[in-house]
C-alpha cells in the first residue's frame, strides 16, 4: 500500500498562488500515474491534473494555464503549482496514486481562495 501525505494548501487571496506536495512512501512514480483531485463542498471529486510514469501531463481545463503539475523523482513527491487562483478552486485537493487497479489517495489538503 502506498502512502501519500498531502501538503501546501491555505488560504490565499484571489490571483494568488500556492504550491501543494504530495509525498509518496515509496519509489513508485515510474509505474504510477499521479493524480491531483479537488472537492469542494456540495460537489463530486474532480479530476485537476495528472502526471503518467513517463512524465505525460494532462489538465482539466478549468485549470489549464493556471496548474502545473510535476514531480522530482529522487524525493518521491509530486507537485501542483496553482497560480491566478480563482474563489472557485476552493476545495479539498487529494493526491492519487493509481497503477492498475492499486489506486491510493493522501488524506487531502485545504485550499481557500477568498475574492
Known amino acids: 500500500q502506498v502512502q501519500l501525505v498531502e501538503s501546501g494548501g491555505g488560504l490565499v487571496q484571489a490571483g494568488g498562488s500556492l504550491r501543494l506536495s504530495c509525498a509518496a512512501s515509496?519509489?513508485?512514480?515510474?509505474?504510477?500515474?499521479m493524480h491531483w483531485y479537488r472537492q469542494a463542498p456540495g460537489k463530486q471529486r474532480e479530476l485537476v491534473a495528472e502526471?503518467?510514469?513517463?512524465?505525460?501531463?494532462n489538465y482539466a481545463d478549468s485549470v489549464k494555464g493556471r496548474f502545473t503539475i510535476s514531480r522530482d523523482i529522487a524525493k518521491n513527491t509530486v507537485y501542483l503549482q496553482m497560480d491566478s487562483l480563482k474563489p472557485e478552486d476552493t476545495a479539498v485537493y487529494y493526491c492519487?496514486?493509481?497503477?492498475?487497479?492499486?489506486?491510493?489517495w493522501g488524506q487531502g489538503t485545504q485550499v481557500t481562495v477568498s475574492s
Open positions: 515509496g519509489s513508485i512514480f515510474r509505474a504510477y500515474t
Open positions: 492519487n496514486a493509481l497503477s492498475g487497479v492499486i489506486s491510493s
Open positions: 502526471i503518467t510514469s513517463g512524465g505525460s501531463t
